[in-house]
């Protein structure tokens, strides 16, 4: 019972207030001002990606946990464009095949059960040449002491932050999906305590 009250009611404002770390809101910034159209969110949150699309028309936010999602309703409201709800998981996305040009993940697939499916879910709705728009904190692999305490921390972390692993390779994962990255960047997010601090900056990019 005080896990499940610790997940609805205290870990979204935790999420909330740790995602907006200054260096974080600056990896968005770098993801996000070229994406346009209609755009695939996995893993919305609160809404912290908003004021970083400049030129869509519609952001579909895949966002399970409704708790998450009603933090985001000020920057709802004031977004220029449509927001979607879609409460899905990412496993199982509700569009059709080769449906849409971006989808975009930030900070979600370190969480997600099932990375595997998940990529292929991802992949299966975008069109060839359409492209999945990543950050991600990640395996350290320059560091093999930081490395170990991920995976040593990363059962409890599952527990503390909704799933997240602090020792997934995300650059892997997505080669191994089929993807072709136009575009990788490494880089270690001020702030950000060491275990979790390496990130990630790719653009994937579906074969066509």
Same mark, same amino acid.
Request: hydrophobic share 45%; glycine share 6%.
């Given at each position: 019972?005080?896990?499940?009250?610790?997940?609805?009611?205290?870990?979204? #404002?935790?999420?909330?207030?740790?995602?907006?770390? @200054?260096?974080?809101?600056?990896?968005?910034?770098?993801?996000?001002? &070229?994406?346009?159209?209609?755009?695939?969110?996995?893993?919305?949150?609160? &809404?912290?990606?908003?004021?970083?699309?400049? +030129?869509?028309?519609?952001?579909? +936010?895949?966002? *399970?946990?409704?708790?998450?999602?009603?933090?985001?309703?000020?920057?709802?409201?004031?977004?220029?464009?449509?927001?979607?709800?879609?409460? +899905?998981? @990412?496993?199982?996305?509700?569009?059709?095949?080769?449906?849409?040009?971006?989808?975009?993940?930030?900070?979600?697939?370190?969480?997600? *059960?099932?990375?595997?499916?998940?990529?292929?879910?991802?992949?299966?709705?975008?069109?060839?040449?359409?492209?999945? #728009?990543?950050?991600? #904190?990640?395996?350290?692999?320059?560091?093999?002491?930081?490395?170990?305490?991920?995976?040593?921390?990363?059962?409890?972390?599952?527990?503390?932050?909704?799933?997240? #692993?602090?020792?997934?390779?995300?650059?892997?994962?997505?080669?191994?999906?089929?993807?072709?990255?136009?575009?990788?960047?490494?880089?270690? @997010?001020? &702030?950000? *305590?060491?275990?979790?601090?390496?990130?990630?900056? @790719?653009? +994937?990019?579906?074969? &066509?």
């Amino acid at each position: 019972m005080l896990y499940t009250l610790y997940q609805k009611h205290i870990f979204p #404002h935790l999420l909330n207030q740790v995602m907006q770390t @200054a260096s974080l809101m600056d990896l968005r910034r770098e993801l996000l001002l &070229g994406v346009s159209g209609e755009v695939l969110e996995i893993g919305f949150g609160t &809404g912290l990606n908003l004021p970083f699309y400049q +030129a869509v028309n519609t952001v579909y +936010a895949l966002e *399970p946990n409704q708790e998450v999602f009603n933090l985001g309703k000020d920057r709802i409201q004031a977004a220029p464009f449509q927001v979607e709800h879609i409460a +899905a998981c @990412a496993e199982a996305l509700p569009f059709d095949r080769e449906q849409l040009k971006n989808v975009v993940s930030t900070w979600t697939l370190c969480s997600v *059960p099932n990375l595997s499916q998940c990529l292929q879910e991802i992949y299966r709705v975008l069109v060839p040449g359409g492209t999945l #728009h990543v950050v991600e #904190h990640v395996l350290n692999r320059q560091h093999l002491k930081v490395q170990r305490l991920q995976h040593v921390l990363t059962p409890i972390q599952k527990k503390v932050a909704d799933g997240c #692993h602090l020792n997934r390779d995300i650059e892997l994962a997505l080669l191994e999906a089929g993807f072709v990255l136009d575009e990788v960047k490494y880089t270690d @997010a001020a &702030g950000i *305590p060491s275990i979790g601090q390496r990130m990630l900056l @790719a653009r +994937a990019r579906k074969p &066509g």
